[in-house]
């Protein structure tokens, strides 16, 4: 393999769980306004909607907020309020990075055996400062930030370091972001499960039928497996 590449949140940090407290404090802020349900159902079509204009990130995060606070109330809603919710997301700018489990062990190790990237999508500038706050910049060779993970992005990248398909491997938590689209242009890619997944990540069982991939228990699986298929190879 000359290229190893990581999908950053919730592969080497923490993240969707801060996404999920800020959208619980959404509910609550506007509990006298509409219901939990409602609001969840509402926000999700919003932040689907606002995916092609806003992309993903926080930035992103905080507009469909807003959207859907503006909606639900008829424009009722007032100033102070949606002050209230812009302070509420502006936590996911900031908050401190929890870096996963076995991750700085595992970066040592194979940084010094391969070539490792960070390729992730999202805001230029959130991605770029998660990845400060980490402390894990110095691991990475190269580091990518997308709009989007499909198969003409996994080419345009490929094609930029002069790296074929079968030579390179994409970890990641989403099977549509980080396994499938690899899987499709003849990469390699290892899936290793968050304990939650945005709804917009999820894939249909039928949507994995014969595709060839690996999964893994945790990252600290990872020297093991990689170890194992390079004496096999």
């Known amino acids: 393999m000359k290229l190893i590449a990581f999908d950053a949140d919730d592969t080497l940090w923490a993240n969707e769980p801060n996404y999920i407290n800020?959208?619980?404090?959404?509910?609550?802020?506007?509990?006298?306004?509409?219901?939990?349900e409602t609001l969840a159902r509402q926000f999700?079509?919003?932040?689907?909607?606002?995916?092609?204009?806003?992309?993903?990130?926080?930035?992103?995060f905080m507009l469909s907020m807003i959207e859907t606070a503006i909606e639900l109330t008829n424009g009722a809603i007032t100033g102070a309020e949606i002050q209230q919710i812009i302070d509420v997301g502006r936590k996911l700018l900031d908050f401190p990075i929890d870096v996963l489990d076995g991750v700085n062990e595992v970066l040592e190790i194979l940084s010094k055996q391969?070539?490792?990237?960070?390729?992730?999508k999202g805001d230029l500038f959130d991605q770029e400062s998660k990845i400060a706050?980490?402390?894990?910049?110095?691991?990475?060779?190269?580091?990518?930030?997308?709009?989007?993970?499909?198969?003409?992005?996994?080419?345009?990248?490929?094609q930029k370091y002069q790296v074929q398909p079968a030579d390179f491997l994409m970890i990641g938590n989403s099977l549509k972001s980080?396994?499938?689209p690899v899987v499709h242009i003849g990469g390699r890619a290892i899936h290793?499960?968050?304990e939650t997944t945005w709804a917009h990540e999820m894939v249909a069982d039928e949507q994995l039928s014969g595709k060839l991939f690996t999964t893994l228990g945790s990252v600290r699986e990872l020297v093991a497996f990689l170890e194992n298929i390079t004496e096999l190879m």
């Open 22 to 36: 800020v959208k619980l404090t959404l509910c609550e802020l506007l509990s006298h306004y509409v219901d939990e």
């Open 192 to 194: 290793i499960p968050y």
């Open 178 to 180: 980080d396994v499938l």
């Open 44 to 60: 999700y079509d919003s932040q689907i909607r606002n995916l092609t204009v806003f992309g993903y990130g926080a930035k992103s």
């Open 133 to 158: 706050r980490s402390g894990l910049g110095h691991y990475f060779k190269y580091v990518e930030i997308v709009s989007e993970k499909n198969e003409q992005t996994y080419q345009r990248i490929l």
């Open 114 to 120: 391969f070539d490792l990237m960070v390729l992730t």
